[in-house]
Each structure stands twice: as C-alpha cells, then as structure tokens.
C-alpha cells in the first residue's frame, strides 16, 4: 500500500495548476518612474515664469533695436545724394571789353537726395529747355578770370542757385563739372 501511495501523490502533484508570475509590481514600479522621471524634468528643465518673461522682454528689446536699425538704414539711403546729369554745354562767348573768342565745353551735373529722384526726372523733362537756357546764360554771362578752374566755384553756385530758382522745390543740393574745358579760338 505504501507503494500505491506513493504513485498516487505525483499525479495531484502534476495536474495542480500553476499560478502565473504577477506583473502587477513591475508595472507599478514602472509608472511611479515615469511620474518621478516627468516630476523632475518639470522641476528642473521647464523654466520658471520670471525666466519666460525675460526671455520675451529679451526678444522684444532686439526686434525694436532690428526694427530701429533698419527704419535708420531706410533713411540714411533715402537721404543718400546721388547725382543727376544736366547735360553738356558748348558755348562760344567773347568776353566783355574784349575781341577774343572762347570755348567753353562741359558736362554738367546736380546732386540730389536719392528720395527725390522721380521728382527731378519730371520736373527736368517739363522744364529741361528753360534749365539748359539759364545755365548757357550763366556760362555765357560770366567773366574770363571765372572760368578758369581756380574760380568755377563762382559759377558752380550761380548755376545752382538759378536752377533751383526755376524748380519747383529746391531739389539740387549742388552741382559740378564731370568735364571741363576752356579753349581760345
């Protein structure tokens, strides 16, 4: 009888079930990380609200010095001169008190602002024929010794100041000569 016992106590033994293995510890462990883990990063990375507020305050000082840096660069090359050809001018003149003739040949041309240049081209367009027979006047009219190169300034600003005079606005801020030449005949 001890034998069949014996054979009698593995099959119980065999056909008990077995409990499976509980992850319910595992995933425990592993959520209560993950809030640990996200609990930390907030603390430590997500910046406070003084530090978001100078950052914004940091960002709005540079776009309004951007802004105002280029608002001046605008200006600066709207008010950048640039020049504007009056054209050329060959003239033959005797001189008062004089029965010498001379030549005088040049190309003439005005500074302007860069902002005014559509106006200067209309304004030369309607009245180029009343510029070209003031400055043929001025060049005509002027004496001798002020044609020479030491004193074209004389007739640099009587050119300016007549052809201003006859502009609607005083749009040259100065003239000169790209070329120059004074010849007897």
């Known amino acids: 009888m001890a034998d069949e016992n014996k054979t009698d106590d593995k099959p119980e033994l065999e056909d008990a079930p077995v409990k499976p293995r509980s ?17 930390g990063m907030f603390f430590f990375l997500v910046p406070s609200a003084e530090q978001v507020s100078a950052l914004a305050e940091a960002e ?39 029965e010498r003739s001379f030549q005088v040949e040049l190309k003439l041309y005005g500074l302007i602002r860069k902002k005014n240049r559509e106006k200067m081209e209309k304004e030369f367009e309607a009245k180029n024929g009343r510029l070209r027979h003031a400055i043929r006047m001025k060049i005509r009219n002027s004496e001798l010794n002020e044609l020479t190169e030491n004193q074209l300034g004389l007739l640099q600003r009587r050119i300016l100041t007549t052809c201003n005079h006859l502009l609607d606005e005083d749009l040259l801020l100065g003239v000169g000569f790209h070329d120059f030449q004074l010849r007897e005949e």
């Open 23 to 39: 992850n319910t510890s595992l995933i425990v462990l592993f959520v209560g990380m993950v809030v640990v883990l996200e609990t």
């Open 60 to 98: 709005l000082i540079q776009s309004v010095q951007e802004g105002a840096e280029k608002a001046e660069q605008e200006q600066s090359d709207e008010n950048q001169e640039i020049e504007f050809d009056l054209g050329a001018f060959g003239e033959t003149f005797s001189p008062i008190e004089t």
